[in-house]
């Protein structure tokens, strides 16, 4: 089954879903594409200054994302999206540009900043995100998963900690019947 997510590297939330997503592939057998999803166009460029510098960083990976999707290079952008999230999540450190560039280093590209400060492939990300927008909104952010099979996509599962084998595939199991019901919309709890 093919699993289509979209994500904004600077959201710790997304990179968490993103590693339940990764352990579940194997055992369901999902092949895993990997689409940017950009928290700055959501906001409209709106972002509070002490974010600022994580958003432009952002931006930036998410060009390398949409055009390592458009040389057929997804296993890179899977790559290029862990060593980002254990360069910043794992590591506890906030994204900016030059982690951005030793994960892309670190993903096989060779020179990261050709593409990097090419606002050319702005247009690539600004289409990945209302594809997601549009199959899972409105009052959505990031990350918008969408199945092989259903009609649209969600926002989420938003999950607060990666959770354990047996945990994740339940989860899965649970998600897949409400992604592909028509009628289904929300399912939410506060975080505590």
């Given at each position: 089954m093919e699993v289509t997510y979209f994500f904004d590297p600077a959201c710790p939330f997304t990179w968490?879903?993103?590693r339940w997503l990764v352990a579940v592939a194997p055992e369901?057998?999902?092949t895993l594409r990997w689409r940017a999803?950009?928290?700055?166009?959501?906001?409209?460029?709106d972002i509070p200054e002490q974010y600022r510098a994580m958003a432009a960083a952002s931006n930036k990976a998410l060009r390398l994302v949409?055009?390592?999707r458009a040389d057929h290079r997804n296993d890179d952008v899977a790559t290029f999206y862990t060593?980002?999230?254990?360069?910043?999540?794992?590591?506890?450190?906030?994204?900016?540009?030059d982690?951005?560039?030793?994960?892309?280093?670190?993903?096989?590209?060779?020179?990261?900043?050709?593409?990097l400060e090419d606002a050319s492939w702005d247009e690539a990300v600004r289409e990945s995100h209302e594809l997601a927008f549009g199959s899972a909104g409105p009052d959505i952010g990031s990350p918008v998963l969408l199945i092989e099979g259903a009609a649209r996509g969600v926002h989420g599962p938003v999950i607060g900690d990666v959770p354990g084998r047996e945990e994740a595939l339940s989860i899965w199991?649970?998600?897949?019947?409400?992604?592909?019901?028509?009628?289904f919309f929300t399912l939410k709890r506060g975080r505590s």
């Open positions: 968490r879903t993103s369901r057998d999902l999803f950009s928290l700055s166009i959501l906001n409209g460029g949409e055009a390592l060593e980002i999230g254990t360069r910043t999540f794992e590591a506890g450190a906030p994204l900016s540009d982690i951005v560039v030793q994960a892309a280093k670190a993903a096989g590209v060779a020179d990261p900043g050709a593409v199991d649970a998600v897949v019947p409400l992604v592909r019901s028509d009628t």
